[in-house]
Structure formats: C-alpha cells, structure tokens
C-alpha cells in the first residue's frame, strides 16, 4: 500500500461549485499535512497546511484532518478555472524533516 | 525574499556526460531537500541535508547519483554517468525547522 493514496483525476468541476480532493495515509505517525498547487511545467506551491483534528480556513480553501480515518481533505469554494492545477497532499513523518507526497489529483474547472 | 534558486533550468545531454544540479536554498532555511519528478512515479525525495548534513539518501536511485552541500547556501545534486532514464525534472527545496518546505523552479533534464 502507497503511503499517501490519491485519485489522479481529472476531476471536473464547473466554474462557482465546490471542488472536493480528498487524500488518505497509512503511517498512523503522521504529524503535518500539506496541500501543495502545481500547474502544468511549474513547481509545486505550497496552498494549506494543517496539523491538528479539524478545518482550517483560508479564504476560498479549507483543509479537513481527520487523524482516526487516516485521511486528508482540500475544499476549494467558488472554484475558477485559475484552480485547474494537479493538487498533491504530502505529509511529514513524525520526528522526520522528510515529506512524502502523493501523485496528485488533477483538477479541472471549467468554464 | 528570493525563493529557492536552481541551475540551469534547462539541460539536455548525451548519455555518459556528467551533469551537475544547482540548488541555493532560501537564507536562513536549514533543512535542504531534493526531489526527481516523473508523470509515471509522482514526486520522489532522493535526499535530504539538516544543516549541511546529509540524513536520509534512502531515495538515491544508484551510486550514479550523489549530492552534496559544503556550506548553507549551496547544494549539488550529481549524475555520472548520466542514462535517457535520468530525464525528469529535479527540484530543489528548502525549510525551516518545522515550516513547510518552499520548491525551486526546477531543472527540466533531458539525457539522449
């Protein structure tokens, strides 16, 4: 089993509606949880990080952390198609500098 | 603040040359990491430095590959001899102590 589990997509969405990307781990030592944005031929930016049980907000994006399901989740609101991007969700191990990051879900919103 | 800084940007080479990556990280960041991405594998940690040192070369594909990091701003990542399976694009990225890590623009490698 991959250590960081996505759906590599696409998933389409229409302008203005809620883009839903969720992530699941196995390592129960996770400790940080980060949403990182990377357009086609761009490096990966970081969007979201998130460290405890819960929602953390900011602006149209909200991260979901759910340490009992083992899972990760980004909601894009009012989504634009400046939000097509692929979306990787990596973690780092507890005690560990080192990130390990899923292979992305493409999302694309269209017009 | 200047970001993570790569070089080159682009590179494309024979087979059997030797290539060199170059990566400075951000002023102030300890921790140092380089990535290879490729559609069919996702973005993979090949090493990583605490403050200048080396911790965890898990990712090193073979003894072709090697990195190093003589001081805080500066970091190698070495291909010798470089294979056509080496194409990818190599990133480069830097971090506090418990801060998100922040990516360079990245070296897009082609070996013919």
């Known amino acids: 089993q991959k250590e960081v589990e996505q759906n590599s997509g696409p998933l389409s969405v229409p302008e203005g509606a809620i883009a839903s990307l969720n992530c699941t781990y196995s390592?129960?030592?996770?400790?940080?949880f980060f949403w990182y944005r990377q357009y086609s031929g761009k490096s990966p930016e970081l969007i979201m990080s998130?460290?405890?049980?819960g929602d953390k907000e900011d602006g149209r994006f909200t991260a979901q952390l759910n340490k009992a399901s083992q899972y990760v989740s980004l909601l894009i609101r009012d989504s634009q198609p400046s939000d097509s991007a692929t979306y990787l969700c990596?973690?780092?191990?507890?005690?560990?500098?080192?990130?390990?990051f899923g292979t992305g879900t493409r999302l694309k919103v269209l017009a | 603040d200047a970001g993570v800084i790569q070089s080159p940007r682009h590179e494309v080479t024979e087979m059997g040359q030797e290539v060199t990556l170059r990566c400075k990280p951000i002023?102030?960041?300890?921790?140092l990491f380089w990535y290879r991405q490729t559609m069919m594998r996702g973005l993979e940690l090949l090493i990583y430095?605490?403050?200048?040192?080396?911790?965890?070369d898990s990712g090193m594909p073979e003894d072709r590959f090697s990195a190093k990091m003589p001081n805080a701003s500066f970091s190698t990542l070495k291909i010798q001899p470089s294979e056509p399976r080496d194409s990818a694009v190599y990133f480069c990225?830097?971090?506090?102590?418990?801060?998100?890590?922040?990516f360079g623009d990245g070296t897009r490698l082609s070996i013919l």
């Open positions: 990225a830097s971090s506090d102590l418990g801060e998100p890590q922040h």
């Open positions: 390592d129960r030592g996770s400790q940080s």
């Open positions: 998130i460290y405890s049980n």
């Open positions: 990596a973690l780092s191990l507890t005690g560990t500098y080192k990130y390990i």
């Open positions: 002023s102030g960041h300890n921790s």
């Open positions: 430095f605490n403050n200048n040192v080396p911790i965890d």
